[in-house]
């Protein structure tokens, strides 16, 4: 017999919101169209031996000449909400000073039209594509540009916010500080550990910078204005009970979650990371009134989740088949932990696939932060889809993934979590940073040779999620 989706009993709160997330960089392609200025990702892109392939920023999805076309999939998908990001040299092509007007006129022309679709607009300030002018002064080490965000940042929300209430300053800062400037393997691609934590500090210093911006000129709009920020929390296990082990889990918490959190929801920087790091940074970039103006009230807290991750405090006495590559990982004050093999079935970025996790993230967010509303801004899956014989893409391995991160977001709502809404990572296969074009995350699949879209057996089951507020039955 058919069983209704009420017969799971996984229902979501009456008003939750459901979404699909992208990137500008990911999806635009028009790269030099329209007065756009160079971004810190066509550098990088352009240099050989960054990213695979030799792909690059164009064309992309093509979504700058296409988004009417991507507005009315994600219409016809019953999607309620599009969280998508604005591109800054677009914006300001050197990132100060002049304003490019036809750049605000394609983020006006796409609000428009998703209002008119009935699809809210979550915009996100800054998801990577600095202006190469500002790296060229130094980048994110360079506190002056902090300033500058939050005056782009006020541009924006001022040409935007008549018709917008939710906005992201930053889409996770952790990356952009420590792929960008301790790792390498994003741009810019420097690997200067103490520069690394200074990007830290300013990213965080222009995301309280812009909110204050933004809240200052608010009551030009008549509507309310929720500023917030986008963090990617994951969960460290230890490996062991060993004190080793729980040491690497404290330190490996530490730089990747509360050296964001703690001053964001608590006006400090944690103590005993601050100690860890010592040997490579005295914090000496926070000058007074820094962590204040980083505290300012979040209105939302977005969290990007895909993987789990366990890790020990060395390799010692580890299979070291159960030692994870980590490809030139640097932990800055942490480098000796490993990361290791938690036996779980992997997605096509090897990323392990644990469900827990997400409710883990979430009701310790929760407990540790009461009150802030909570929002999976990302969550999604890369397997190798192709589209069928019979014209469409059997991506069961991404429902899966999808059905067991939503029943773990529910089992948090029921926990009593204030998760309002949840946004799947991505709406399109698209350009995935350093691995190019050869990851697809999309509920959408992109023939990049035609730019055909083939809403995936997933996207049809989310847009099923979507309008029915609920999860179907397993099968
Ligand atoms: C997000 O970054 C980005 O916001 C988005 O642009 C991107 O396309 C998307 O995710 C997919 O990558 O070692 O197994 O735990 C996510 C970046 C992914 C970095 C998970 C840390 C750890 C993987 N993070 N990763 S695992």
Redesign the pocket.
Known sequence: ATQTAQATGVHFPAGFLWGAST?SF?IEGATKEDGRGQSIWDTFAATPGKVFNGDGGDPATDHYHRYREDIELMSSMGIGAYRFSIAWPRIQPDGKGRINQAGLDFYDRLVDELLKAGIEPWPTLY??DLPQRLEDDGGWPNRDTAHRFAEYAAVVHGALGDRISDWATL??P??AAF?GYAQGVHAPGRTDPAASLAAVHHLLLGHGMAATAMRDQAGRFDRPLRVGL?H?Q?VLRPHSDSEADLDAARRIDGLRNRIFTEPLLRGRYPEDIRTDLARVSDFGFVRDGDLAAISVPLDMLGI?F????RVAGGAEGIDPALI?PGEGEVWTGAEDVV?VDQGMPRTA????IDATGLTEVLTRLAADYPGVPLYVT?N?A?FDDEVAADGRVHDSQRVAYLDAHLRAAHQAVEEGVPLKGYFA??LLD?F??AFGYSKR?GLVHVDYGTQKRTVKDSGHWYSGVARSGSLPDRH
């Open positions: 990137a990911q998801h990577w889409n996770e952790w990356c792929l986008v990617n994951t990007n895909y993987s789990p991750q994870e990361f970025m090897g990323w392990e990302e999604g890369a990572w991505s698209n995935e940073w995350f």
